[in-house]
Nanobody, 114 residues
Framework: QVQLVASGGGEVQAGGSLRLSCAASGSSTRFTDMAWYRQAPGKQREFVASIAIEGQTVYTDSVKGRFTISRGNSENTFYLQMNSLKPEDTAVYYC????????WGQGTQVTVSS
């Protein structure tokens, strides 16, 4: 099974930045689609951003212009650069590959204080 390890979370003040990383392993082929989701306390997990193998990116409206998803030089590593963070961005962030919603990894906590 594919293993997903998300890292880079932490606590920042509003307006700050964080860079999340996801390392995906356990597959002999390159993943086609990579995505970030998040889940705030008491809320459902929601889509944040995705990047396709050809480079196309998609963002949820609330993060457009502030977050950037990118692939790393390593084929199965990708990132989420988060700028101008807001308290409402506070959540556990999970990475996902190829829309496999049965595999999320442990996630990384992001806390934004006002």
């Amino acid at each position: 099974q594919v293993q997903l390890v998300a890292s880079g979370g932490g606590e920042v003040q509003a307006g700050g930045s964080l860079r999340l990383s996801c390392a995906a392993s356990g597959s002999s082929t390159r993943f086609t689609d990579m995505a970030w989701y998040r889940q705030a306390p008491g809320k459902q997990r929601e889509f944040v951003a995705s990047i396709a193998i050809e480079g196309q990116t998609v963002y949820t409206d609330s993060v457009k212009g502030r977050f950037t998803i990118s692939r790393g030089n390593s084929e199965n590593t990708f990132y989420l650069q988060m700028n101008s963070l807001k308290p409402e961005d506070t959540a556990v962030y999970y990475c996902n590959v190829d829309w496999d919603f049965g595999n999320w990894g442990q996630g990384t906590q992001v806390t934004v204080s006002s």
